[in-house]
Every structure is written in C-alpha cells, then in structure tokens.
C-alpha cells in the first residue's frame, strides 16, 4: 500500500510560481515507483501533467506545460515534486500525485495505481 500527501498549492497571480510537493509512504522503497502529476479543472476530465520514471528518472510533460513546470524526485526523502513558473489562469486545477511500481506507462489515469487527496492551485489573472 502507499499513502500520497500533497502539498504547497494555493492562490497565485499569472506569471508566479509555486512548488508543489507529494510526500509518499510506502511498503517498497520509493525509488520503485514511477511518479506523476495529474490535474483536474472544475468541469473537466483529469488531464496528465508530468510523470517522472522509476528507473533512470526520465521524465515526461504535457505539452501545455513544457517549459514551464519541472518535475522532479528525492528517492531519500520520498518526496516527489512539481516546480511550477509561469503559470497561468489555465493552470487552476487539483492537482493530485499518482503512483504506480515498476513500469514505463504514465499517461492515463489508469496507468496509476495510488492516488493523493490533491491539493488546490488558483491562478487570478
């Protein structure tokens, strides 16, 4: 089993930053588990945002946020994170943390198996 716990979202005015943080715990140790970041706007289906992979630390975004967000892991801290600069009005969502062990998949919302609580980002223009 693994518990995801998000933090370090809130209210931002275009152009700001924030960072995101998932702390996990888990049975496995966290390096075992590809990452991601997967976001809901009000009215909307969840939509990826990033994923970061288990093995190597590859990483993927969304073509939305390319350039602007940065996702990254501290496997000694079991923390993953989400840098987010120039954000946008568009960006206001949940944003949740997701898991899954082993494997390469990363895109849909069936590709993880655990799931945070999420934490809310609004953006003001």
């Known amino acids: 089993q693994v518990r995801l716990v998000e933090s370090g979202g809130g209210l931002v005015q275009a152009g700001g930053s924030l960072r995101l943080s998932c702390a996990a715990s888990a049975g496995r140790p966290f390096s075992s588990y590809t990452m991601g970041w997967v976001r809901q706007a009000p009215g909307k289906d969840r939509e990826f945002v990033a994923a970061i992979m288990w093995s190597g630390g590859r990483t993927y975004y969304a073509d939305s946020v390319k350039g602007r967000f940065t996702i990254s892991r501290d496997n000694a801290k079991n923390t993953m994170y989400l840098q987010m600069n120039s954000l946008k009005p568009e960006d206001t969502a949940v944003y949740y943390c997701?898991?899954?062990?082993?494997?390469?998949?990363?895109?849909?919302?069936?590709?993880?198996?655990?799931w945070g609580q999420g934490t809310q980002v609004t953006v003001s223009s």
């Open positions: 997701a898991a899954r062990l082993y494997g390469s998949n990363y895109y849909r919302r069936s590709d993880y198996d655990y």
